[in-house]
């Protein structure tokens, strides 16, 4: 069973920083790519950032260079480090576990099957 669980987030001024983490469970071997999808209201949700058992990331190309994923397999956590941000980042953040040939579709969705409930990101400017 599966369980992915988001914390985090707030409202932050822009500029300002946010660490997003993801406390997951039942993980296996088949679904051990993991990754940060965002959706703000009207829009479409797109991926933001992911991350293999291997530690290989990919990022959405507007957050690159501002947003860090990691993860810290022994604590069964994924982070989201959000650094700099602007008003356009503001959205509902998600958590998403999926099979590794995920990584060479991201951004798309294709290969995410878990999701967690969100966490909410607001950036006023």
């Known amino acids: 069973h599966v369980q992915l669980v988001e914390s985090g987030g707030g409202s932050v001024q822009a500029g300002g920083s946010l660490r997003l983490s993801c406390a997951y469970s039942g993980i296996t071997n088949n679904r051990n790519l993991m990754g940060w999808f965002r959706q703000a209201p009207g829009k479409e949700r797109e991926g933001v950032a992911a991350?293999?058992?291997?530690?290989?990331?990919r990022y959405v190309d507007s957050v690159r260079g501002r947003f860090t994923i990691s993860r810290e397999q022994a604590r069964r956590t994924l982070y989201l480090q959000m650094d700099n941000l602007t008003p356009d980042d503001s959205a509902m953040y998600y958590c998403?576990?999926?099979?590794?040939?995920?990584?060479?579709?991201?951004?798309?969705?294709?290969?995410?099957?878990?999701w967690g409930h969100g966490t909410q990101v607001t950036v006023s400017s």
């Open positions: 998403a576990a999926g099979q590794p040939f995920g990584l060479v579709q991201f951004p798309s969705e294709g290969g995410f099957d878990y």
């Open positions: 991350i293999n058992s291997g530690g290989t990331t």
